[in-house]
């Protein structure tokens, strides 16, 4: 399976600021998506990041909020704009290989706290 | 009803016992069924994928399939306390490539 690397691990952070995290793995894939995990909750996938166009969002996300790039097969980041205490989450990125092969692979997570 | 459905935890099993997890899904389309195993503060990993009905083994995890109750199911066989973990079922949506997780069973082993 992919090498996954995420930036920052963890952060603390001011309400009302942004924080952008980047996913990078180790070969191409076709698939990449963000997920969030809320304290002592399950995963809720956030969007799948396209290379070359906008993210498609899941319902309950937007685009203003949490804004996604993926500038090529390797990286993607995700941004979490605005930030009140209500953000304070694991965010996570999974790569799969391509639509075929569903299985997927998480990254090791970025740990949020918004003061 | 919620798209996946585990039993609710927390399980505690002796060591040496099995650990049984269960898992329902509400899309009768659905084709590929995941086991994840989530430690504290880690990220989720994946132990066990599932694509027909039956029975899957993988050393000591067995992972059961039936589709017709969409109903799947993880065996822990001879548990062992670093079995100790939040197991994630996970089922990819039918009209997509996406999955769907259930809110995960918590599993205690008792040394």
């Known amino acids: 399976s992919a090498v996954i690397s995420q930036k920052p691990s963890r952060d603390i952070c001011q309400r009302g600021t942004s924080l952008t995290i980047q996913c990078q793995v180790d070969?191409?894939?076709?698939?990449m998506f963000w997920y969030r995990q809320q304290p002592g909750q399950s995963l809720t996938l956030i969007a799948t990041?396209?290379?070359?166009?906008?993210?498609?969002?899941e319902s309950g996300f937007v685009i203003d909020k949490f804004p996604i790039s993926r500038p090529n097969l390797t990286f993607s980041t995700l941004t979490v704009s605005n930030m009140s205490p209500e953000d304070s989450s694991i965010y996570l990125c999974?790569?799969?290989?391509?639509?075929?092969?569903?299985?997927?692979?998480f990254g090791p997570g970025t740990r949020l706290t918004v003061l | 009803q919620k798209e996946v459905e585990q039993n609710s935890g927390p399980l505690s099993v002796p060591e040496g016992a099995i650990a049984s997890l269960n898992c329902t899904y509400s899309?009768?389309?659905?084709?590929?069924f995941f086991w994840y195993r989530q430690y504290s503060g880690k990220s989720p990993e994946l132990i066990m994928s599932?694509?027909?009905?039956g029975d899957k083994e993988d050393g000591r995890f067995t992972a059961q399939l039936n589709k017709a109750s969409q109903y799947v199911s993880l065996l822990i066989r001879d548990s062992q306390p670093s079995d100790s973990a939040t197991y994630l079922c996970?089922?990819?949506?039918?009209?997509?490539?996406?999955?769907?997780f259930g809110a995960g069973t918590t599993v205690t082993v008792r040394a």
């Open positions: 999974s790569v799969a290989a391509d639509t075929s092969t569903d299985t997927q692979y």
């Open positions: 070969s191409q894939v076709t698939m």
């Open positions: 990041a396209n290379q070359g166009s906008e993210a498609t969002y």
């Open positions: 899309d009768r389309g659905s084709q590929s």
């Open positions: 599932i694509y027909s009905n």
């Open positions: 996970a089922v990819r949506r039918s009209n997509d490539y996406k999955l769907s």
